[in-house]
């Protein structure tokens, strides 16, 4: 009753998702770049065509995603940099959800075949596999046409039809990764990355003061009152300017803050799950738990991974919103400290509600 096949077939895009998702995390390589990058240092070790370095005025360059790139060289407007990176990073995280629910699909029609004609204790369970594949469905459905608007909305952006556009983002799509920053999360920036803000360079014409002279100091995400205790020299309505300013980096980077934390909980997760399945592999091999269980656990493992590619998504659109919170024309140079911020955070959206909990008779059958 057991087939190898389809279970052998399954796991092996269970593995290739499992491999894939795991790159938005900030790996020791992009470390090592951002290290380099951010000294400012062209010497030895100096990584193969490091499009980070190409153009430092070039934010977005940091994700190092030739398609993103090829997406701001289509588009040329230097207003639309930040709406094309986050439609661009939400159509990656909604194709890549996208898979694991077919998979989740798939997972579920393997068990509502292993089960039909039984009797109890799959009476009740039969109606749920119902459920999922439903709500698979729909998930699925709704997936199809967000991404269908995020393409809409690129390809207007970028002067071509979709379907040009589709064909020239086929392969970033193809690719299960999701775009990274090359920069670890910073505790906090120098008082000086205001100076590059519009609002800043304007109120600074407009009331005669010098942008370059920001006062000594950081901008710490945990603080929320110093913002209006600065000393800033010039009129009072442009430190009210700069205050303010500095406010929104403040909260741009305790997004970021959080983001990070919040994406790193998820990976933990799966890694543990990862782990946990393949312990039910063996016990399944062994015979302790059967094939309906084991695809209850493919699918708890499925649904740590769409949450961890949501939570990888919210990341790169946090650093997308901190980018553009210290200014149009900021580069990843801008991001002085690479001093990580790690802390522990617990709570996940469930991105699959209609994955539920399995009663404990399949467990122990």
Known sequence: MRSRTLLAAVCGALAIACASTSIAMVHRT???????????????GAPTAPRAQADTRSWWS???????????AASRDGNAEAGIAATYIALKVKTLESSYLENTRAAIARQTMLIKGAKLPYDDFAKQLAQRQSGAQAAIEKLQA?????????AKQCHMSEAALGEMLADALQDKSLPRFAAEVPRELPMTV????????????????????????????????EAQDIEVPGKPLYARAVAQAREQVA?????????????NTAYARVMNARAGFEVSKRRRDRGEISEVQLMEDFQGLLLDLHVLAAANGELALAWVVLMGSIGSGASIDT??????????RTGQNEQMPFLHKVSRKLRNP
């Open 335 to 344: 991001i002085a400290d690479p001093r990580s911020a790690q802390a522990e």
């Open 194 to 225: 205001l100076a590059n803000r519009n609002d800043i360079n304007l109120a600074a014409a407009l009331y005669d003061a010098d942008p370059a002279a920001m006062p000594a100091g950081t901008i710490d995400a945990a603080a929320t009152d």
């Open 251 to 263: 909260e741009a980077l305790r997004r970021l803050q959080m983001q990070s934390d919040i994406a």
């Open 146 to 154: 967000q991404r269908a608007s995020y393409i809409a909305y690129l």
């Open 30 to 44: 992009s470390q090592q770049l951002a290290a380099h990058m951010l000294a400012g240092h062209a010497t030895q």
């Open 62 to 72: 940091a994700f190092e995603d030739p398609a993103l790139d090829r997406l701001m």
